[in-house]
């Protein structure tokens, strides 16, 4: 029987997260940190990484470094993934595109998001499956948004390009499953970060509300009647990264409270 989600589980592997400043990233890199795996946190904010790195340190005992670079930088991201070829588990993750109508989002903003959602994604799973195969394990996880199952009004770039992971996931697992490799999505839904006040925010103000009636609007349509902690999210990226999942291959893991029936 493998254990799952204690201190050990994850001792002896290096896990290289994105976006780990702050948000969904952080909760990640904390949790695989607390199962015992050295993390490595990559963001474009020099201070919260050094702070977050610092305290990931003190809290479970395990090594954890920072690597300051912008997903979007293909030159400055591959120089981070080069001293880092020897993670087991990858985790990627950024923030979400500007929200609007899909004929007033300018080709600009598909140009910015592709970069962040699907080329460094791509970047970096060339850079480091090779060596993963070579040692006979690797965890690639994408947190990306329950979008890729169910889109959502206002969100065409989201909608659209999250959809893209699903096919890297597949091929992935085509080629890399054999040796080791498993490559599978979490897709939250609404949950409890800076990015869903903000959505919150710019929707209260597009329709003249205040913020607490259209988070509450909201959460109608969610079952567990509450946002997401960035915790429960995390705890599906930790269980994907051990052992005990390692018969799971391209999955869309949702977690997103359940979404009410409309009958």
Not at 161 to 178: C, M, N, P, S, Y
Not at 248 to 257: E, P, R, S, T, W
Request: glycine share 8%; hydrophobic share 45%.
């Amino acid at each position: 029987m493998k254990n799952v989600f204690t201190a050990d589980a994850l001792k002896g592997r290096k896990a290289l997260v994105f976006g780990a400043s702050r948000g969904l990233g952080l909760a990640a890199a904390e949790q695989l940190a607390a199962m015992g795996a050295d993390v490595v946190l990559l963001a474009r904010s020099e201070e919260r990484l050094h702070t977050a790195a610092e305290a990931l340190m003190e809290r479970y005992g395990v090594q954890a470094t920072s690597e300051v670079a912008d997903l979007t930088d293909e030159a400055g991201l591959a120089a981070a993934l080069s001293r880092h070829v020897d993670t087991d588990i990858l985790v990627t993750n950024c923030g979400g595109p500007p929200l609007g109508p899909f004929t007033e989002t300018p080709l600009e903003e598909w140009d910015r998001a592709y970069r962040q959602i699907v080329r460094a994604v791509v970047q970096a799973t060339q850079a480091l499956l090779p060596h993963m195969a070579g040692r006979g394990f690797g965890r690639v996880v994408m947190i990306t948004s329950r979008t890729v199952r169910h889109p959502l009004p206002r969100m065409s770039i989201t909608n659209s390009l999250r959809k893209a992971l699903v096919g890297i996931a597949e091929t992935i697992t085509d080629e890399f499953g054999e040796k080791g490799i498993t490559a599978n999505l979490v897709c939250p839904g609404l949950t409890r970060t800076e990015r869903m006040l903000e959505v919150a925010a710019m929707r209260a103000e597009r329709e003249g509300r205040s913020q607490e009636d259209v988070m509450a609007e909201l959460l109608r349509s969610v079952a567990a009647g509450r946002p997401a902690e960035p915790w429960e999210i995390a705890a599906a990226v930790g269980f994907l990264a051990t052992e005990a999942a390692g018969y799971m291959q391209a999955q869309c893991l949702v977690v997103d409270g359940g979404r009410k029936l409309k009958c």
